[in-house]
């Protein structure tokens, strides 16, 4: 896969509500109402990883959930990344 230039990230970033380019990965922060819904986000967000073999930094709190792709072969963000992201994105809709 080839690393999206900052240039692009920009354009395709503007497409995912609250998503964020921080050096080489694109962010976002999930919240919930309670540890059981995140728990419940974070296990869909497995279950996209291992189907798409395409797979996030996860930091997981009680109420929240920060999701961090990148494409460690590419040495940066990769249309994979936002590919996934859109998938998760739409897991969001679960939280508060």
């Known amino acids: 896969m080839t690393k999206l230039t900052a240039r692009q990230i920009a354009g395709k970033i503007k ?3 609250g998503w964020k380019h ?12 309670d540890y059981h819904q995140t728990m419940a986000f974070v296990n869909a967000v497995a279950w ?5 073999n395409h797979h996030p930094d996860l930091q997981v709190g009680y109420n929240k959930c920060a999701v961090t792709f990148t494409t460690h072969d590419a040495g940066g ?3 994979a990344d936002f590919n996934n992201a859109k998938r998760v994105e739409a897991l969001g809709s679960l939280g508060k």
């Open 77 to 79: 963000v990769t249309v």
């Open 15 to 17: 497409s995912l509500k």
């Open 48 to 52: 996209i990883a291992h189907q798409t």
């Open 22 to 33: 921080s050096a080489d990965a694109i962010v976002k922060t999930f919240t919930f109402k």
